[in-house]
């Protein structure tokens, strides 16, 4: 083996013959009582697990935590209200259920930053350590899928509303996060074809 070759193997973060279809994905979302990483908190956390091209509804985690933070203009886009009757853990509590249903997945999410850095900060308060997961984030995934052309106008971000539009997908339970996971996992599905039809591409290649 020569040195390149020996390298460009070291670039790569899993074994060529694993595929993309039957790596188990954890797909996620965070409802929030706002954009702040230090003084905001965690509402709701929603997931799914993604494996071999299906969305696997009925192993789905859905947790909305106790809290004392509230912000009522944030609460009328999610609908989640400090009032709402329904069994909540402690966020501690509510952490260790979520850790314990990611295990190793790779994590997907759109704007993937705002999730895991919302997650790890509410970690880091519980004396807990951060997630060390591979990620991935549709809306850096869905940019290769675009043609690139000066006839074709890209934008910088491309918000869940843009791929459920450009796909087609119902958003009927838009901003809940069991909801918001649901779409984020058909938009990757989405992508993952379309990538496919452009060329060869394997799990490695996602992350590059």
């Excluded at 951060?130 to 000066?150: C, F, G, M, P, V």
């Excluded at 087609?168 to 918001?180: C, E, F, V, Y």
Aim: aromatic share 10%; hydrophobic share 40%.
């Amino acid at each position: 083996m020569s040195l390149f070759n020996f390298w460009k193997k070291e670039d790569d973060l899993f074994d060529e013959n694993i595929t993309i279809e039957e790596t188990r994905f954890v797909v996620l979302d965070t409802e929030t009582t706002g954009l702040d990483y230090e003084n905001d908190r965690i509402l709701c956390i929603g997931a799914l697990v993604l494996q071999n091209g299906v969305i696997s509804v009925q192993n789905s985690f859905e947790v909305y935590i106790e809290q004392d933070h509230y912000d009522k203009s944030t609460a009328q886009i999610h609908g989640i209200l400090k009032a709402f009757v329904i069994q909540r853990p402690t966020e501690r509590e509510a952490l260790e259920q979520f850790l314990a249903f990611l295990g190793d997945s790779i994590i997907i999410a759109h704007h993937t930053i705002f999730d895991v850095t919302m997650i790890n900060k509410a970690l880091e308060r519980n004396g807990l350590p951060e997630l060390t997961n591979k990620r991935l984030d549709t809306a850096i995934l869905y940019k290769k899928t675009l043609i690139k052309s000066h006839l074709f106008e890209r934008k910088d971000h491309y918000t869940l509303d843009d791929l459920a539009d450009k796909f087609d997908i119902s958003k009927k339970d838009r901003h809940t996060a069991l909801g918001d996971a649901y779409i984020t996992a058909i938009a990757f599905l989405k992508i993952v074809k379309k990538l496919k039809e452009k060329k060869h591409i394997n799990l490695n290649s996602l992350f590059k």
